[in-house]
């Protein structure tokens, strides 16, 4: 059975490909307005532990697009994924569009918080103390909102 992507999976995918590029443009036209030294590492409150070079912001948008790819090319290969639920003919189509969405909401996720991430180091300012708490319960509701779908795809 072929799947299709939705208009919704080609949305994400053309927001997540605006914002990866989006951030690599950012920082090459802002790259000699970046101050030398950067924060490099966060404590859980988001207040700077480190300070290091400003080279290392090309890390965080390689590894976004590295993660990008790689959730992209998984996304592509439903008979790989583990669902956690017996795929039978008769739900395949509904058990493969709730694991997929999960997938494509936690690409665009991804991608979002490492733009955010190189922006504010960029600028050289902490990180909000609410930026990775909110993150992630807005994960953990996203992943629940999926599993829930998944369940009831059975």
Known sequence: MVHR???TDILVTIICLIILVGTVIYLIVSWSSIP???PGQFSADGTVAR???KGILVIAPI?????????SLVERFPQVWNTGVRVTEENQFRVYR???GLIR???LATVILFSVIVIIQSTAQSLPGWLMPVFLAALAILII???IRLIMAR
């Open 5 to 7: 992507n939705s208009l």
């Open 36 to 38: 030398d030294q950067i």
């Open 51 to 53: 300070w290091d070079s």
């Open 63 to 71: 590894i976004s697009w590295v993660l990008f790819l790689g959730m």
């Open 98 to 100: 709730a694991v997929k």
């Open 105 to 107: 909401t936690t690409k």
């Open 145 to 147: 909102y999926h599993i």
